[in-house]
């Protein structure tokens, strides 16, 4: 599976917005990004997905760089309940797709 | 609530003992998967069911491990002859497109 690499950490303030950034520099064609977050306590929640456009949607925003190499989650507002650990994932496309983890970026949302 | 549910949420064991978790999917949710996540990590994966068939397991699933969809409805974990490097949190996802997961079952090997 191809590796993705996040900030261990990042720190935010209530209601400014946010950028948290990954590094997928082996990504492959088929590959897709897709951003989850688990809060404390709770299973992992799906933020956003996307193969090569930009995405948007009502929880985040999804700018992928033109080679693919990096990608970054936008949280427009910071919320003090969007603290979380955001992982960064690549799943190839298709009708499965395992999810593989990594250790992902704690967010403190700074009130 | 039409979310995936899982049960027990906690689970307390003795070393030996064997114990079965219970995932519901979402209905009409015809995959559904199974992670393990310890404490600092992200989750990983175990397996993978496409209806009731079971179609990848990874290879930290261990002989003494389970799991079950009969019907492609709920689906059961087992662990037999529990060890203590077993206590984790045992999440259930399932998939119609993005994995949508349960709030986890929390094991404890004493």
């Known amino acids: 599976d191809a590796k993705t690499t996040q900030p261990n950490s990042m720190e935010s303030n209530e209601e400014e917005p946010v950028h948290l950034p990954c590094n997928h520099s082996t990504i492959s064609g088929t590959d897709y990004i897709h951003w989850y977050r688990q809060l404390p306590s709770q299973g992992p929640e799906y933020v956003i997905h996307?193969?090569?456009s930009n995405v948007n949607n009502r929880m985040a925003s999804l700018a992928i760089a033109e080679d693919r190499k990096s990608s970054t989650l936008i949280l427009h507002r910071a919320t003090l309940r969007d603290a979380a650990v955001y992982y960064c994932?690549?799943?190839?496309?298709?009708?499965?797709?395992?999810?593989?983890f990594g250790k992902g970026t704690l967010l403190t949302v700074n009130p | 609530d039409t979310g995936v549910s899982q049960n027990p949420r906690h689970k307390i064991t003795k070393r030996g003992q064997n114990v079965t978790f219970r995932c519901d999917p979402i209905?009409?949710?015809?995959?559904l998967y199974w992670y393990r996540q310890t404490l600092g990590q992200g989750p990983e994966f175990l397996t993978y069911f496409q209806n009731e068939a079971q179609l990848e397991k990874s290879r930290l699933l261990s002989d003494r491990f389970s799991a079950e969809r009969p019907k492609g409805s709920f689906s059961t974990l087992e662990i037999q002859r529990t060890e203590q490097g077993d206590s984790a949190m045992y999440l259930c996802?399932?998939?119609?497109?993005?994995?949508?997961f349960g709030p986890g079952t929390r094991l404890t090997v004493l």
């Open positions: 994932i690549l799943a190839h496309g298709g009708s499965n797709y395992k999810l593989t």
């Open positions: 996802a399932s998939s119609f497109g993005g994995q949508f």
């Open positions: 209905s009409e949710h015809n995959r």
């Open positions: 996307g193969l090569t």
